[in-house]
C-alpha cells in the first residue's frame, strides 16, 4: 500500500487541543491517533450504506410479495 505524507488541513485550536489530549492519554501518537478516527469514521460510513442498500432491497422484495399476494 502507497502511503502519502501530504495533508494539510487547518483544525481549530480547541479541536487540535483536544486531539492532543486524546492521544497523550491512549499513549499514541498524534498522526496515528488521526488516521485511526478517520478509519472508523470511514468504515462507519460504508456500513451504513451497506445497512441502507440491504434496507431498500428487502422493501422492494416486501412490495412485489404483497403484489403477488394481492393478485
Given at each position: 500500500?502507497?502511503?502519502r505524507t501530504q495533508l494539510n488541513i487547518e483544525i481549530e485550536e480547541d479541536l487540535l487541543k483536544n486531539l492532543k489530549f486524546m492521544a497523550l492519554s491512549q499513549n499514541i501518537k498524534?498522526?496515528?491517533l488521526v488516521k485511526e478516527?478517520?478509519?472508523e469514521k470511514i468504515k462507519s460510513n460504508i456500513s451504513s450504506e451497506i445497512e441502507k442498500s440491504i434496507s431498500d432491497e428487502l422493501d422492494a422484495i416486501k412490495k412485489r410479495?404483497?403484489?403477488?399476494?394481492n393478485s
Open positions: 500500500m502507497k502511503k498524534l498522526n496515528a478516527i478517520l478509519s410479495i404483497s403484489k403477488l399476494e
